[in-house]
């Protein structure tokens, strides 16, 4: 584990590195570019502290097996990249609706299937919100910096313990790959959330309340866990309409009802522009100087970079809807966020697209800077 | 072994949801025996997974014990998960031939591989019960399914083979009329150090017996007992003699570095440097 200071790393490690802090003791994984990194940072470093990292035989396996590993009461985590998180859609929906506390990273490279294996996408928005079949709620986080695959690795793990749910950190090839400074805080100013217990005797963990306890498996509660319907014993009921509605309801509820607490973004100048940029991960690192540049070239410009992609920052969103007569969304896919974006600017705001894929080319300042300069004309 | 086997012992008071005659009866009532006869008084020692099927309705939610019930084919790696993090528990896997060996097999074999100290019991009943009567990798020759109405024009896959070849270090198979050398290779399988697979060949009265023309449980357990041969008998009979031919016994039985001793020499090296 690494001492606090000011250290120089890639992101793959920091976003490693948080997990060992965060409390990681059992990794599972398979070989895929560009997540490769994190696997063999952890198969080196999570023994020293008594952890596992196991390769599996593929990325169904690896998701299945974590989940096995979190019943036993330990923080777990997989890495992959587009065609992996596809292969672990199903056992997503097994972990949202066992409600089981796991962290998913996925690097996002350019798809649909191997796609450009090495080059940065962004691509793979939609699907970490709807990936898994049914209604489910999913809770993503989006960094843009070496220093933000550390921070928000770290509450990628608190926010699974503390609503007992799968959590997405959704990085990129740039992010995953870049090298930069980043301040590793002391581990005591460090907040780490543990899952909720069960007291002896306790029967119910599946509902009573928003966020049942989580007994582990050998510890004599006799837990019941099951992917199919079930009741607040964990015992399945395959056929009632209302024990279904119940349950799905409070997993969806437990994670939008608690939106405000989970959303975070970082806004600048959103009460006093005309344009506004809403963006996230690797994108974002190009709107920073963009609206600079066009704020010193008198269009009034702010933005909103998403830290959280799910549950959709949408208060935050519709409040720079008010104000700026324009929203740009910019994107390395084919416009994923801009839809969010129109569905909550309710035509308060025109919104306007600004996607670019292929090659791993980064939208550059110059074209986020073009539209925003005839935009703000 | 004073007090006296009772399954209500081992067994929510729910009752389980399987057809009148159905051999998953036989695999539930024979293991909990076994377990009552290792002197087992509850089964806290155990952890028991399985994925989708009839077959994996075995322990969840009827076992009083920790079960997880997951997606089709996928028990095995989530019960992998569980021993690595719990060396001390007794995992073990039911599971129906076509998730075991249908949607699961990579993930069966490369457990046998691993050599992880888990039991997997699949009771293959040569169909896809569940989902009614489609045929599975374990369907004979010719039968015809719902999905091969004309017959199967497939071969079947000799599971306990397969695992054997894979690196299992406990691999037996036998039947629902072998009783009680079922509860005994329950015994061993749970007690052995490393991978263990038991092979048990079950009647779906309602999804394969009715369609191939057996009149009821009773027959197709006359079908087994008739068509059964050890493995000892077996070696002298050629593969012309063993078509249509039940193998029963024990295939292997050995031992061999269990992936928890590996995993966990592996994490005392690396916490002395
Ligand atoms: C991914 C997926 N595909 C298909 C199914 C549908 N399904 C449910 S049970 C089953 C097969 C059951 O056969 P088997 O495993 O042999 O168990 P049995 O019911 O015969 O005991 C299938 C295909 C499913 N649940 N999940
Ligand atoms: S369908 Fe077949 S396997 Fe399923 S419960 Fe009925 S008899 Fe058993």
Redesign the interface.
């Known amino acids: 584990m690494l001492n606090p200071g000011i250290k120089f790393m890639q992101g793959s490690q920091a976003l490693a590195e948080a997990a060992i802090t965060a409390g990681l003791r059992f990794f599972a994984g398979y070989p895929i570019t560009p997540a490769s990194e994190i696997a063999e940072h952890l198969a080196k470093e999570l023994p020293k502290v008594g952890g596992i990292a196991i390769q599996m035989e593929d990325e169904i396996a690896s998701i299945a097996t974590i989940i096995g590993a979190s019943w036993t009461g330990a923080k777990v985590m997989t890495a992959t990249s587009g065609p992996g998180f596809s292969l672990m859609q199903e056992n997503i929906g097994l972990a949202f609706m066992t409600e089981t506390p796991l962290v998913i990273a996925d690097m996002q490279r350019a798809g649909p299937s191997t796609g450009q294996a090495t080059k940065c996408g962004q691509g793979d928005v939609m699907q970490a919100r709807w990936g898994t079949h049914g209604d489910y709620a999913s809770i993503t986080l989006s960094p843009n910096s070496v220093q933000e695959m550390f921070d928000l690795t770290i509450r990628a793990f608190n926010l699974a313990e503390k609503y007992r749910t799968p959590v997405i950190l959704l990085g990129d090839e740039i992010i995953a790959h870049m090298r930069e400074s980043i301040i590793i805080p002391p581990k005591n100013s460090i907040e780490i959330v543990n899952r909720k217990k069960p007291r002896p005797g306790e029967t119910m963990f599946f509902g009573g309340e928003e966020i049942p306890p989580m007994p582990s498996i050998g510890e004599g509660f006799n837990v019941t866990v099951t992917g199919s319907t079930h009741d607040e014993y964990g015992i399945r009921i395959t056929a009632d309409p209302v024990g279904h509605r119940k349950l799905v309801k409070r997993l969806v509820g437990k994670i939008l009802n608690n939106a405000d607490e989970i959303v975070e973004v970082e806004a600048y100048n959103t009460e006093n522009c005309k344009i506004g940029v809403v963006s996230f991960g690797c994108t974002s690192r190009a709107v920073y100087e963009a609206v600079e540049r066009a704020n010193e070239k008198g269009v009034k410009t702010g933005f909103i970079r998403l830290k959280t992609l799910w549950p959709f920052p949408e208060k935050q969103v519709k409040v720079l809807a008010q104000t700026a007569k324009t929203i740009l969304v910019p994107e390395m896919n084919l416009r994923q966020i801009f839809f969010e974006v129109t569905r909550v600017a309710e035509g308060a705001a025109k919104v306007v697209p600004l996607n670019k894929i292929g090659g791993g080319e980064m939208i550059t300042p110059e074209e986020i800077l073009a539209v925003l300069l005839k935009e703000g004309a | 072994m004073s007090e006296e086997f009772s399954l209500r012992t081992y067994l929510r008071d729910?009752q389980p949801p399987f057809c009148a005659g159905c051999g998953a009866f036989t695999v539930m009532n024979t293991f909990l025996r076994a377990v009552h006869e290792m002197g087992h008084k509850d089964?806290?020692g155990f952890?028991f997974?399985s994925g989708i099927g009839c077959s994996s309705w075995i322990p969840?939610?009827h076992f009083?014990?920790?079960?997880?019930?997951?997606?089709h084919g996928?028990s095995i790696?989530?019960?992998?998960?569980?021993?690595?993090?719990?060396p001390?528990?007794n995992v073990v896997v039911f599971g129906g031939d076509g998730d075991i060996v249908g949607i699961g097999l990579?993930?069966l074999i490369?457990a046998a591989r691993r050599n992880v100290d888990i039991t997997v019991v699949m009771v293959n009943n040569m169909i896809y019960g569940m989902t009614g009567g489609q045929v599975a990798p374990t369907t004979p020759f010719k039968l015809p399914t719902t999905t091969t109405p004309y017959g199967n024009f497939e071969r079947a896959l000799d599971a306990s083979k397969l695992i054997a070849s894979a690196g299992a270090c406990y691999v037996a198979r036998w039947t629902t009329t072998h009783v009680s050398q079922l509860k005994e290779s329950f015994k061993t399988a749970v007690n052995t150090k490393g991978f263990a697979f038991i092979e048990v060949i079950s009647q779906c009265p309602t999804a394969f017996g009715r369609r191939v023309g057996f009149k009821d449980a009773g027959e197709m357990l006359q079908w087994f007992k008739a068509n059964s041969v050890t493995v000892e008998e077996a070696n002298k009979l050629t593969e012309e003699e063993l078509q249509n031919k039940i193998v029963v016994g024990e295939f292997v039985k050995k031992e061999a570095p269990s992936l928890t001793e590996t995993?966990y020499a592996?994490?005392k090296?690396?916490?002395k440097?």
């Open positions: 729910i089964l806290r952890a997974c969840s939610p009083k014990a920790d079960t997880i019930h997951v997606t996928r790696p989530v019960a992998t998960g569980v021993k690595l993090m719990r001390d528990l990579s993930h490369h995993v592996v994490l090296e690396a916490q440097k």
